[in-house]
């Protein structure tokens, strides 16, 4: 599968984007998706996942209350609602995508990821 990220830009601190991830080829609902972060200087840190069905979303502590996974199977695409944003959120946003079985529960480590979009610059000024 193919991943392409888009949305990102320059808000200010409080503002909000939403970020998409669209997948190409078939089967996108046996994947379990995720975003990841890079900011400069830093190692690459886990956002948010979602199982295959949507029906269960894990955060990272930082963003919980204030970022929304979701999905759209039919349309392939994965979305990341940020509102209320921090500069501490700038960074270069990854989406990702891992193959499971249905019952299984997203992974938060990178390793787990078989396939990585291109990343999309998320810039967040005070």
């Known amino acids: 599968v193919q991943l392409q990220a888009s949305g990102g830009g320059l808000v200010q601190a409080g503002g909000s984007l939403r970020l998409s991830c669209a997948a190409s080829?078939?089967?996108?609902?046996?994947?379990?998706m995720a975003w990841f972060r890079q900011a400069p200087g830093k190692e690459r840190e886990f956002v948010a996942s979602?199982?295959?069905?949507?029906?269960?979303?894990f955060y990272a502590d930082s963003v919980k209350g204030r970022f929304t996974i979701s999905r759209d199977n039919a349309k392939r695409v994965v979305y990341l609602q940020m509102n209320n944003l921090k500069p501490e959120d700038t960074a270069v946003y990854y989406c990702?995508?891992?193959?499971?079985?249905?019952?299984?529960?997203?992974?938060?480590?990178?390793?787990?990821?078989?396939?990585w979009g291109q990343g999309t610059q998320v810039t967040v000024s005070s």
């Open positions: 979602i199982s295959r069905s949507g029906t269960s979303t």
């Open positions: 990702a995508a891992d193959h499971i079985i249905m019952t299984a529960i997203p992974s938060q480590e990178g390793s787990a990821y078989d396939y």
């Open positions: 080829g078939r089967s996108f609902n046996l994947y379990a």
